[in-house]
């Protein structure tokens, strides 16, 4: 089994946690993990959230303690020499990389800086605006239409697909995680997004953490979603989206199969 997205964000650059998560897969049966961190970690990636900060609350949120406190190199560099000691299972490691259009020239000349095994490309904002904070509702959800945000979204990710950065998709149902729904069915979306997927060689995570972390009743994709990524035959990739080594593999055994046969 795989557990291809779990973070770092709360705990130090340090031999000693990244072990944790390891150790923690291994109990748990894995027997690869991917392990990375958003970009607003990382202080070379800071001018990408230059957008966020017109409203106060989002400010406040990017000025907190995890946010921009290390360098992307030092993160490349402990995981490197974890690499090369004798882990037990195969340890890989990358990026999650906050998307916006009007930040794509920027981040094609930043990322070409580095080197990971795998980055991963999401969208958490919708134009400025996150979507998936408890300060979202009032920014976003109780401004603009629910059809409306949908539309815009996946236009957002087809963007961030189109644009050849990333080899894995995060979480690409997310929005649902407040229960907000459009009114019209999303099947030509998803199925131009399988398409376009297979067309730039990404994979489509399964990513549990819709239901651990934000108890929402689906485990992973809805199965419209994940219906339609496996009939046209995109790669997929199970994720539990852990933020702490207890949470790694969260759930991944009730989606494995019907995600990866």
């Not at 037990?88 to 999650?96: H, Q």
């Not at 920027?106 to 990322?111: D, G, N």
């Amino acid at each position: 089994m795989i557990d291809g997205h779990m973070h770092l964000e709360f705990g130090e650059l340090s031999k000693a946690y990244v072990y944790e998560f390891i150790n923690e897969a291994k109990r748990k049966g894995f027997d690869t993990i991917q392990i990375l961190d958003h970009t607003h970690r990382f202080v070379e990636f800071k001018p990408i959230y230059e957008n966020l900060r017109v409203h106060e609350i989002q400010d406040t949120w990017l000025q907190g303690k995890t946010k921009f406190c290390d360098s992307v190199f030092d993160f490349i560099n402990l995981m490197k020499e974890i690499q090369q000691e004798e882990t037990e299972i195969e340890v890989r490691y990358g990026l999650e990389v906050c998307y916006a259009p009007e930040y794509e020239d920027f981040l094609r000349e930043e990322l070409a800086k580095y080197d990971f095994d795998f980055v991963v490309g999401a969208i958490h904002s919708i134009d400025g605006v996150l979507y998936d904070m408890n300060f979202s509702k009032e920014l976003l959800w109780d401004v603009y239409e629910v059809n409306d945000i949908y539309k815009r979204y996946y236009q957002l990710v087809m963007q961030l697909i189109e644009s050849d950065l990333f080899t894995q998709l995060a979480h690409p149902d997310q929005l649902k995680l407040f229960n907000h729904y459009p009114t019209y069915d999303l099947q030509e979306i998803y199925d131009a997004l399988a398409i376009a997927l297979n067309k730039h060689h990404m994979k489509a995570e399964n990513n549990t953490g819709i239901h651990y972390r934000y108890h929402h009743e689906d485990i992973g994709d809805n199965e419209q979603l994940l219906e339609t990524l496996k009939k046209h035959g995109v790669k997929m990739i199970t994720a539990s989206d852990a933020h702490k080594p207890s949470d790694v593999g969260t759930d991944i055994d009730i989606i494995e199969r019907k995600t990866m046969n």
